[in-house]
């Protein structure tokens, strides 16, 4: 980019003069999209006429040197060009009020002037939608505010100019604040993490400070805030924020990590790859950002109905004049419109509601996924990680040795379980502690990584973890038990087997356990009128089927695969319902995809989310429910302003074309309206 200057500068906030936009119109959409999905950028404004982008951003991420360089990277050639409206702010609303006053009290020549310069925009706005052979909302602003200006009538003129403009500033302050919310929202976390330099030195730095190819240690507990490569060391990762697995697996030299997981076991020391918005978890906020710009089709309905009510409108006025020849009736009638309500009032409500539910957790993808979420009838969930939390809880503990009972063996188990952070390890000592066991005294614990533990108990060896550890590693016979073994994998335990001088002496069984708010859930979703709950579960038949009827679902599908989940929305899709599905893992895509609506977890993986309508930010299932209850709320108030403003607006037309209203109050009643219902739209966003 050519011709980039700094204009003014201070901490969190720079103006910038782009010479070059000039020569390209209305691409100020495509530049604040482009920026906005930068993370540290709060706010972004873009004035062609003054070739002018203020960038308001926060200081702990980002600076003005590196806007500016990011600003360069920007091909205006490539943009993508939307008509964009005149961005109205609180100084524009302060000089129609004083033009107002101005028109009133001033003499008629002076009123005269400064009503000409406040109107200028708003009539050359309409002349240029008649240029373009357009009849909108526009067109008739200009005629109405124009009319009165003809007549002489410059404070009604300017109390139009005046209303019209603190419409919009309504419409686009709304608009900021869920765009400020959600930048807020996309903004990475800072942590302190340890740098280590060439000489094998560390000093402690902010994780915002790391650049590509600095060197971080990791140990257990650490939050990864960057994308690298494991340089030493080796280490149990918890991915299940990115993949959905609910079991840390093992990362070692080479292996690649991501911003979003945490260290449970080990020591790493890895090579930054990437970092702030270039990072994994950042990839979803350009994302997010574009679907505030994303139009429903009741949106889109309501937008070509304002501009077919301006033809309307601009007919009864003409009937009007033809029939009494009175510019004071006609005046009075174009100054009634009902397509400002119509077209204002949705794009708010739905921002309103958009934000409204950032606040409560819930990323909303845009009008449209509201919009689908009402007329949803039919919910599907995924088993693990959904409608249980994905982690473990005992619910087996099998001995095979006569000497020791199962709390015997539970209470051994959780002695030496208590020296690991693994959740397995977490789960047996959770369950031990509930039941108030002793602990047992042991020898010194050796913590083998993604295999098990060893340990000593009265001088004999003592090893704890998976079948393929104790059974490969340490020679330990299973041929006895493949029956029992089979059963308890057959009701889909997690099993970890215990060995004494390499023998089994037992075995834990453990599974997912159900999210308490599972019940709350369910309940709300069939009082909101969805009554088909559907549940899709890689389990057996037997194990899915036994939690589906402990839940009271409708229908359960087991043993599926990522292809079977997408055939089965469709088969529900086929039957007539609308369906929602509600996931978190990779293999979860396509059933997202497909689905009428898609909702991710707050766990869910990248690929979820980047799939989904809607993406949980919290942790809870009972986010589900009420971002049904947000669409259903948004949509009845959408129907509500439609019909308000269409009998509201014609009982005021009549009075104006029947001449019992002047100018001056038709004006004032319809502007009025539609700022009492921009104003309904906007208390939503509150509750």
Same mark, same amino acid.
């Given at each position: ?21 000039? %020569? ?14 930068? %993370? ?37 050639? %490539?943009?993508?060009? %939307? ?15 004083? $033009? ?66 603190? $419409? ?355 309940t709300e979703l069939r009082e909101l009128g969805i009554n088909h709950l559907v549940m899709i579960s890689g389990d057996s038949a037997y194990k899915a089927h036994m939690l589906g009827d402990e839940l009271k679902l409708d229908q359960v599908f087991a043993e599926a695969t990522p292809t079977s989940k997408s055939s089965i929305i469709e088969q529900l899709q086929q039957q007539g319902h609308n369906v929602m599905f509600v996931g978190d893992g990779v293999n ?34 009972? $986010? ?47 502007? $009025? ?15």
């Amino acid at each position: 980019m050519i011709g980039l200057q700094i204009k003014h500068h201070f901490p969190g906030r720079v103006r910038f003069k782009v010479a070059e936009l000039k %020569q390209h119109r209305d691409i100020g959409e495509w530049i604040k999209h482009s920026l906005m999905a930068i %993370q540290g950028i709060r706010d972004v404004r873009v004035n062609s006429v003054a070739c002018s982008i203020v960038i308001e951003y926060d200081t702990t991420v980002l600076s003005s040197k590196v806007l500016s360089a990011r600003l360069t990277e920007l091909d205006f050639s %490539q943009a993508e060009q %939307q008509e964009t409206e005149h961005e109205y702010t609180r100084g524009d609303i302060a000089m129609n009020v004083i $033009g107002t006053l101005a028109a009133a009290m001033l003499p008629n020549k002076w009123g005269a002037l400064s009503t000409a310069t406040l109107i200028a925009p708003t009539m050359f706005e309409g002349i240029e939608e008649l240029r373009e052979k357009r009849i909108s909302v526009e067109v008739l602003d200009a005629i109405a505010v124009g009319l009165s200006a003809w007549r002489g009538d410059y404070r009604t003129a300017m109390m139009t100019q005046s209303l019209i403009s603190l $419409g919009e500033y309504m419409e686009q302050k709304t608009s900021r604040n869920s765009d400020q919310l959600l930048a807020d929202l996309m903004r990475p976390q800072e942590s302190l993490v340890w740098r280590v330099a060439c000489d094998g030195s560390k000093n402690q730095v902010s994780s915002t400070e790391l650049i590509a190819g600095d060197v971080i240690e990791l140990v257990p507990g650490d939050a990864i805030p960057i994308d690298g490569v494991i340089v030493e060391g080796a280490a149990l990762v918890n991915q299940s924020a990115l993949t959905g697995e609910n079991v840390p697996v093992r990362r070692e030299l080479e292996a690649y990590v991501y911003s979003g997981t945490t260290v449970h076991e080990g020591t790493v020391k890895v090579r930054v790859e990437k970092v702030g918005s270039e990072a994994t978890t950042a990839q979803i906020a350009k994302l997010i950002y574009d679907s505030l710009s994303e139009k429903s089709e009741i949106q889109q309905v309501t937008q070509d109905m304002a501009n077919r009510r301006v033809k309307i409108t601009l007919g009864i006025g003409a009937a009007v004049f033809a029939l009494t020849q009175d510019l004071n009736r006609v005046a009075s009638v174009f100054l009634v419109d009902y397509s400002c309500a119509l077209k204002l009032s949705t794009p708010v409500t739905f921002k309103s509601i958009m934000y409204r539910a950032a606040q409560q957790g819930i990323l909303l993808k845009g009008g449209s996924a509201i919009e689908k979420l009402a007329r949803v009838d039919t919910c599907v969930f995924d088993k693990t990680g959904t409608l249980t939390y994905g982690d473990m809880e005992v619910t087996d503990v099998i001995p095979l040795c006569p000497k020791n009972s199962a709390r015997d063996l539970l209470a051994i188990a959780a002695s030496v379980e208590e020296h690991s952070n693994h959740p397995l390890s977490q789960a047996v000592v959770n369950a031990a502690t509930n039941h108030q066991l002793p602990h047992i005294e042991h020898g010194e614990v050796e913590y083998v990584i993604a295999h098990g533990l060893r340990s000593t108990l009265k001088d004999h060896c003592l090893v704890m973890g998976s079948r393929h550890f104790l059974e490969e590693h340490e020679q330990v016979d299973f041929s006895e038990v493949e029956q029992e073994i089979r059963h308890f994998e057959q009701l889909g335990r997690h099993l970890i087997f215990i060995s004494s001088e390499k023998k089994l002496i037992g075995m834990i069984g453990l599974r997912d356990h159900l999210r308490e708010d599972v019940y709350q859930t369910l309940t709300e979703l069939r009082e909101l009128g969805i009554n088909h709950l559907v549940m899709i579960s890689g389990d057996s038949a037997y194990k899915a089927h036994m939690l589906g009827d402990e839940l009271k679902l409708d229908q359960v599908f087991a043993e599926a695969t990522p292809t079977s989940k997408s055939s089965i929305i469709e088969q529900l899709q086929q039957q007539g319902h609308n369906v929602m599905f509600v996931g978190d893992g990779v293999n979860d895509a396509p059933a997202l995809t497909k689905a009428d609506v898609g909702v991710a977890m707050c766990r869910g993986t990248e690929l979820a989310r980047q799939a989904a309508d809607v993406v949980l930010l919290q942790d809870k299932l009972a $986010g589900v429910s009420e971002t049904v209850n947000l669409a259903h709320v948004a949509m009845k108030m959408i129907n509500q302003n439609i019909k308000v403003a269409e009998y509201v607006n014609s009982g005021i037309m009549l009075a104006a074309a029947l001449g019992m209203l002047n100018p001056t109050m038709s004006a004032l009643l319809h502007n $009025g309206t539609t700022l009492a219902i921009l104003g309904r739209s906007v208390a939503i966003k509150n509750g």
